[in-house]
């Protein structure tokens, strides 16, 4: 057993890495094996000396991270912790950097994992985009901030936000109250996302103008999306034909971002995903790039991932 002391001059940085009531410094503890300790102006190290290296990288990275966005999230020392172990630290710098937007609250959108940096970038340079993933990997919620980004970069005149309704089969008609009462129920989590990134009134003018159209997709069929941010989510539940209906809607300066998790199919016993077909189809067309996202780019609470790991494990078993 050695120890190290590492000299932080700042105070409240150090706070910020214990958290409260120490919480993150309880995972630092359980991942590297070692004994974290607060001291007036550092912290000290104790444990095996690879270990103790281990946690040296980990603490400057997380006071790198603090400097950037201020508040330190349990979410942010797990991640790090295994770039670390992979030898990417360096790759911690290129996430910090890379902002998608500010919402409506001041609080910067930026990819937090390294498959949320690569979804990014495909989206940067292509015109259309598959991001497949789990639960919680921000497939959607990323593309909405791009969207609304290049939106207000007026790269393009509207916003387009769709979903298969596929638990009413697309047939809304025997749903209560007009067009908006009966798909609301399948776009609320398109709704919540869209309020945090441009705030209520913002989101209800623009709305009201046309400028952001939510609406199932059905109501696609027929239409040519120039000039346009176009947005299909939970792109498991489409069917072929309507897969190809929706990618042959792009018109000009659009781009179409398509988000699905393949382990969540709700379509009919018999029905092949439209999402699933599609990815062979059209894997090696240029201008088109398909993501796939994992459960290590899990941003939401920690028993998510672990939820996912659990079903993984039963069906391979």
Known sequence: MIEKSLSIENNQIISEIFGELDENINIINNELDIKVLMGDGSI?????????????????????????????????????IQ??????????????KEVICITSTGKSIKPKTLGQKRYIDGIKKNDIVFG?????????????????????????????????????GESLGFLPGDL???????????????????????????????????????????????????????????????????LTRLGFGSKAIITGDITQIDLPKGKESGLQKVTKVLKDVEGIDI??????????????????????NFENN
Request: no cysteine; glycine share 6%; aromatic share 8%.
């Open 83 to 96: 770039l670390i172990r992979n030898g990417d630290q360096d790759k911690i710098k290129d996430l910090l």
């Open 291 to 312: 993501v796939y996202l994992s459960k290590s780019d899990i941003v939401r609470h920690p028993l998510v991932q672990r939820i996912i790991e659990a079903y993984e």
């Open 44 to 80: 000290r190290l104790v444990g095996k000396e690879d270990n103790i290296n281990l946690g040296e990288k980990l603490i400057y990275e997380l006071i790198n991270i603090i400097n950037v966005q201020r508040k330190l999230e349990k979410q942010d020392i797990k991640y790090a």
């Open 180 to 246: 908006q009462e009966k798909v609301d129920p399948y776009l609320r989590p398109i709704y919540d996302a869209l309020f945090e990134i441009l705030g209520f009134e913002n989101f209800e003018r623009y709305l009201e103008k046309g400028l952001i159209e939510v609406a199932p997709l059905a109501y696609m069929r027929g239409r040519t999306l120039d000039s346009a941010y176009v947005i299909l989510d939970e792109a498991q539940n489409t069917t072929n034909e309507q897969m190809k209906m929706f």
């Open 132 to 168: 497949i993933g789990p639960a919680g990997t921000g497939k959607t919620y990323l593309a909405m901030a791009m969207a609304v980004q290049a939106f207000k970069n007026r790269e393009v005149s509207r916003i387009i936000l769709t979903r298969p309704a596929v638990e009413a």
